[in-house]
């Protein structure tokens, strides 16, 4: 079975739909092969500096996001996180991020829910993905962000791929 076969398999047994079915097929260019590295133990505790991560409210400069959204926007993937637990939807979301990428995708809708039946308040799942995504998906996640109302408001995280 093909990779591409196998991940849109995996991504129909996940019940994620693609939007429009045409972005769902080959793409034209080959896709890049990510690759995650982990970082390596600093030699000494006393001698680690933190890498200063971008959370600038410009775009980043190889970002796939457009400057605006315009009302009409569809992101090329959807996947919902409802009801799923928080390690089931970290390894969702790590898999289904990192196949999209490798498909070529700009961009993935991540619906968390508004954790408005949680104990905790503004819910575990979008706060879990969040962090996620600030502190593990660098290395192919440009930018995120809340989505826009029309699009699920709170409800819902917007991922840019790097290009």
């Known amino acids: 079975m093909s990779e591409e076969k196998e991940f ?33 133990a600093p030699a000494s505790p006393a001698k680690a500096v933190p890498k200063p991560k971008y ?15 315009p009302r009409d926007f569809e992101p090329d993937l959807v996947v919902d996180l409802h009801g799923m637990v ?3 939807a970290l390894k969702t979301t790590r898999n289904l991020l990192a196949g999209a990428y490798n498909k070529g995708y700009d961009h993935v809708l991540l619906i968390t829910g508004k954790g408005l039946n949680s104990e905790v ?27 826009p109302p029309f699009l699920g408001g709170t409800g819902a995280i917007l991922v840019f791929f790097f290009r």
């Open 121 to 147: 308040e503004g819910g575990v799942l979008p706060k879990a993905v969040w962090r996620w995504l600030e502190e593990e998906a660098e290395s192919f996640v440009a930018e995120f962000e809340l989505a």
């Open 8 to 40: 849109l398999d995996q991504m129909h047994r996940l019940g994620v739909k693609p939007l429009d079915p045409q972005k769902a097929t080959a793409q034209s260019l080959e896709p890049k092969k990510l690759v995650l590295q982990t970082p390596k």
């Open 55 to 69: 959370t600038g409210p410009v775009p980043h400069p190889s970002s796939t996001r457009p400057k605006r959204l």
């Open 86 to 88: 928080q390690p089931e």
